[in-house]
């Protein structure tokens, strides 16, 4: 079975990186890389595999799970990521069951629905109710939806302050990859480089907690900063930016889930 172990070192090999190198790149003693590599280390610390990662530009969950990384400026909603997990657990039998239903449930929906579009108008959905009537609900298609993008920037560095920022609307696609987010930041700072760079867009979904290893806006003593949550700890994807330690803060909240970015134009 491929471990974490094996999948480093692929990457490392299809990109004829040797160890001094991976060493160098992601800030990792050798001797500590060479002790992960050999599988002497059996639980290596977060920063560190966040580090390897970097220094070979992949994610954190292709290295642990062997997920290829997630592309679509996107992520799954809770409900959709324990369905997910369910499903891997069935048996042969049951995915049998399951994949049966989604394709019958997708048919019902499917034929339940009529949309009729006119030029000029968004498209018409018509929604069944008791006695097989039909009632018309409008859904508008315009390709875009307005969201408030806070003129103070977010720190992918040292911080800045957020309370009290203004903001301004700006319209983004609306689409599925982009229905999650409830508001925008713009990156200052370098410490989420080679991903993230200075002047990014994000879009975050409000959320009051993130899981280990996702990407959140947090706010420490007042100060805002973009960053992977490491449990006791935020860090960065610049190796030369060491950890933040949360211990170190009087008031430590989570502001938000990064679920993407705005692509540059």
């Known amino acids: 079975m491929e471990t974490y172990i094996d999948r480093i070192k692929q990457l490392k ?4 990186m040797t160890n001094e190198q991976l060493s160098e790149r992601s800030g990792i003693p050798l001797g ?6 050999a599988g002497m280390s059996d639980s290596p610390k977060l920063s560190t595999l966040v580090a390897i990662c970097n220094a070979l530009d992949c994610s954190v969950e292709y290295i642990v799970s062997g997920i290829p990384e997630n592309t679509n400026n996107y992520t799954l909603a809770p409900e959709e990521i324990k369905f997910i997990e369910t499903y891997r657990a ?14 019958e449930e997708s048919a ?12 000029g108008e968004g498209a018409r959905i018509l929604s069944p109710l008791a006695g097989g009537r039909y009632a018309s609900v409008s859904r508008a298609r315009t390709g875009k939806r307005s969201i408030s993008l806070y003129e103070l920037p977010v720190s992918a560095g040292v911080g800045v302050y957020l309370d009290e920022a203004r903001s301004e609307s700006i319209s983004i696609p609306n689409n599925d990859k982009t229905a999650e987010a409830d508001y925008a930041l713009r990156i200052s700072g370098n410490s989420m480089e080679p991903k993230y760079h200075d002047g990014d867009i994000l879009l975050v979904q409000e959320s009051e907690s993130v899981e280990v290893g996702e990407l959140g806006i947090f706010l420490l003593d007042g100060c805002g900063f973009f960053k992977t949550y490491g449990g006791d700890r935020l860090l960065s994807f610049n190796p030369a930016y060491g950890p933040i330690l949360l211990k170190d803060f009087e008031s430590v909240q989570c502001k938000g889930r990064v679920i993407g970015r705005l692509k540059r134009k």
Request: glycine share 2%.
């Open 108 to 119: 019902r929906v499917s034929s339940a629905e009529t949309v009729e579009t006119k030029q």
């Open 90 to 103: 069935l048996d042969e039998w049951g995915r049998r069951t399951m994949q049966a239903v989604l394709r």
């Open 13 to 16: 090999n299809q990109q004829k």
């Open 32 to 37: 500590t890389l060479s002790k992960v590599l």
